[in-house]
């Protein structure tokens, strides 16, 4: 994939919102390419996370206790939480048709985030954010 295309798929993740043209092109110079077959276990729920995957191609199922909860394809990400603290998964994802990924794991995220405090100062940014309208949203 192009690196222009990496950094445009990039831009789509939430947790990357508030983050510059600039450092979204040191993200994309960081993250891997990753292919599965269908039928794979991409994530498992209630093992480690590893960090960050970005669909670029195929489909995948999201289950949560064996029931379905979302169908994910081009554009779509999981794994944005186990990307800053490495916990386990709240879900099992798996592909449901070969699938191209991008992949950013936690140990190189947190390399890029002391070498680059201005990425980190966006991310933390991003997900006070989140974690503020997601406790409106739960209190409301």
Same mark, same amino acid.
């Given at each position: 994939?192009?690196?222009?295309?990496?950094?445009?798929?990039?831009?789509?993740?939430?947790?990357?919102?508030?983050?510059?043209?600039?450092?979204?092109?040191?993200?994309?110079?960081?993250?891997?390419?990753?292919?599965?077959?269908?039928?794979?276990?991409?994530?498992?729920?209630?093992?480690?996370?590893?960090?960050?995957?970005?669909?670029?191609?195929?489909? /995948?199922?999201?289950?949560?206790?064996?029931?379905?909860?979302?169908?994910?394809?081009?554009?779509?990400?999981?794994?944005?939480?186990?990307?800053?603290?490495?916990?386990?998964?709240?879900?099992?994802?798996?592909?449901?048709?070969?699938?191209?990924?991008?992949?950013?794991?936690?140990?190189?995220?947190?390399?890029?985030?002391?070498?680059?405090?201005?990425?980190?100062?966006?991310?933390?940014?991003?997900?006070?954010?989140?974690?503020?309208?997601?406790?409106?949203? /739960?209190? /409301?």
């Amino acid at each position: 994939m192009a690196r222009h295309d990496v950094v445009g798929q990039l831009s789509q993740v939430p947790l990357f919102a508030g983050c510059s043209r600039r450092d979204l092109q040191t993200i994309s110079r960081v993250v891997k390419d990753i292919d599965h077959s269908s039928g794979t276990v991409i994530a498992r729920e209630g093992e480690p996370g590893v960090g960050l995957f970005v669909i670029v191609d195929g489909t /995948a199922d999201v289950t949560i206790g064996g029931s379905r909860k979302a169908k994910l394809g081009p554009g779509d990400f999981f794994g944005e939480i186990a990307l800053l603290d490495g916990g386990p998964r709240t879900a099992t994802v798996t592909a449901t048709s070969d699938i191209q990924m991008l992949g950013l794991t936690e140990w190189v995220f947190r390399g890029l985030l002391q070498e680059h405090p201005t990425i980190a100062v966006k991310t933390l940014q991003q997900m006070a954010s989140r974690l503020r309208n997601a406790t409106k949203t /739960a209190t /409301a």
